[in-house]
């Protein structure tokens, strides 16, 4: 599977922004979609994850209430809304996916990055 994550931008704070994360093949259904962040000089961390069907949504206490989960297996892309964007939100943030439903880094397959900057 091919990542490519898109949709990153400068932004203020309490804005919003839709990531997209488009897949290659066949067998996007198959795989758990997960996003994944990392600000300078931090090490990379799991913002939110999905499930195959969509019925099992996890996301990190940092994020959980402004950012938003979801996938389109018809369409072969999985997205991420953030809404009521913060400052410390900035990072590059990535797509990634996995045979198994996870929070952690064991994620197979990943996307090449979007950045993401929330100005204050």
């Known amino acids: 599977v091919q990542l490519q994550a898109s949709g990153g931008g400068l932004v203020q704070a309490g804005g919003s922004l839709r990531l997209s994360c488009a897949a290659s093949?066949?067998?996007?259904?198959?795989?758990?979609m997960g996003w994944f962040r990392q600000a300078p000089g931090k090490e990379r961390e799991f913002v939110a994850a999905?499930?195959?069907?969509?019925?099992?949504?996890y996301y990190a206490d940092s994020v959980k209430g402004r950012f938003t989960i979801s996938r389109d297996n018809a369409k072969n892309t999985a997205y991420l809304q953030l809404n009521s964007l913060k400052p410390e939100d900035t990072a590059i943030y990535y797509c990634?996916?996995?045979?198994?439903?996870?929070?952690?880094?064991?994620?197979?397959?990943w996307g090449q990055g979007t950045l993401v900057t929330v100005s204050s």
């Open positions: 093949g066949r067998t996007f259904s198959s795989y758990i």
């Open positions: 999905v499930s195959r069907n969509r019925d099992v949504k």
């Open positions: 990634a996916a996995a045979r198994r439903l996870t929070t952690g880094l064991e994620y197979d397959y």
